[in-house]
């Protein structure tokens, strides 16, 4: 086991790689934040100083502190009536489908892999979850059909319970060599009803609580905040105490978003905080999950007491995936009447990621001995892969093309250049002290990162040296501020009502100029 220093240590390589991976996948932004995650998380396993084994990896402080979260803030992007209209269909593809994908990859990996029947059925339950995240990195700068989207969405939320019961069966069959189907449908009625039921008592106790300090004398942004993202992690640690599925738990209480959009205006600040943290988390959490998977590919690797050929997962990991990808192929065409078009898309889109790395660890827990673990860990690893890049590469083909980021970028670009000119010229004819023009001028200009570094440190030397403005000339830059931001919503204005296909692109920088000018209007700084 290692101790608490490494476990600290070993956080902040994967915090440190993850943004890593994040500003290189900025760079290149045809590239996948995951498959740099992933090549990083590679780089990691080989340093010499990454020592850390894979058997002293704890899958339930995985699931909690990272699959936890980002299944619950994916719910918060769905509506709750939606998913109570669909319940039927939800079920289809979250228990039926997920029952066929694991009977067919199961008996195929026993048939062709020439492995113990058990064993097979193991790898066949974890690789039944499904990301969302995941398949949003392969579909980037696409246009996923409304239908299969809603389907993958949906089936990824809710069909990870299915394959956590499966693979529980499945692992008291490899111990004791048995089955026993009345347990195990009767532990998936209770883990996935209590979790249903869990979910939802203590998320509305909690949104209670967080609506009742709102309305009170007593509350706090940054207490409200914290309650909110620590939801996740409450829910899931008291979902797994009283035995029932704390994954399903988190999912069904980040539906309850109906609460942002009745309470949005009730403490503005509140909501556009914890939106910008939960983008933040959820960014950093799912390229962290791809940093570890990398890194534990190179371990088992380099882990000479493995004697499986590697052939073998290779072949393993191939037939998992081809089976999950025939069965949704066939199950879209037939259940849901889907055409042919639309059947590979949606057979393509089950991407799997986080929940089926933390399932294939969840193995180390169990009685599977080492050699089956690491068997698993890369079989499931080859899966998570053929299943990022197979549909990277065939959607480019069978989607339509949204505007890339690059064009879109590119837009944005000019329309902010103009819209800071129109400000600049606005100030220029005030009557400004010459040092607030242009500090105001300086402040417009760095909206389109329009100024040097050089110009930075100028600047940063000036507001050293020199005096605190007096009164009047704060007085004077509130002005400029406020006219100049209000003579950049004014060009937006005009712009939309010419050029439909601006529209997005217009909502995105008044947005800037708002939070812009709620900085300016509100800082405070101490002066002698």
Known sequence: MIDSLEIIILLFELVFFAVISIIIAEMFVKVSMNYVSLIMGAVLGLLPVTTYDIRSFNPE??????????????????????????????????????????????????????????????????????????????????????????????????????????????????????????????????????????????????????????????????AQVIIYLMTPFIIYYLAEEFHVSGIIAVVCAGVHNAETQRSRLANAQMVYMGTNLVSIITELFNSI?????????????????????????????????LSNVIVRYIYGRIKFKMDNRAGWIFSLGGVHGAVTLSLAFTVAKTSVNSQDFSLVVMSESVLIILSMIVPTIIFRFILEKDVSDEDGEKELDELREEMIQQAIATVQKMYLAKNVKQSVIFDLKSQNQNTRTRDFVKEWRNAVRHPQYTEAEKEMERRAFINAFYQERQYLDMISQKEARYEKYVYHLYSEILLAESIVLNSEFVEE
Do not use: H
């Open 61 to 222: 402080v995985f699931m909690l502190l990272i699959v936890a979260p980002l299944l619950f803030f994916e719910g918060q992007a769905t509506f709750l009536n939606v998913v109570g209209k669909r319940v039927k269909q939800i079920f289809q593809v979250t228990v039926i489908m997920v029952l066929l994908c694991a009977i067919v990859a199961g008996f195929s990996s026993y048939a062709i892999g020439k492995i113990g029947l058990p064993l097979a059925f193991i790898l066949a339950a974890i690789s039944t979850p499904t990301d969302a995240t995941a398949t949003q990195s392969v579909t980037e700068g696409l246009k996923i059909p409304r239908r299969e989207g809603f389907f993958l969405k949906m089936e990824s939320l809710f069909n990870d319970a299915s394959g956590i019961i499966l693979l529980n069966m499945a692992v008291l069959w490899y111990i004791n060599g048995r089955i026993n189907y009345r347990e195990t449908l009767t532990d998936f009625i209770l883990s996935a009803g209590g979790g249903i039921v869990i979910g939802f008592i203590i998320a509305w106790i909690i949104v209670l609580f967080r609506q009742a300090l709102l309305r009170s004398s007593y509350n706090s942004v940054n």
């Open 289 to 321: 999950v791809f940093v570890i998977l990398g890194m534990m590919l190179v371990n088992i690797i380099k882990d000479e007491s493995i004697t499986y050929n590697s052939w073998i997962w290779i072949t393993l990991g191939a037939i998992l995936y």
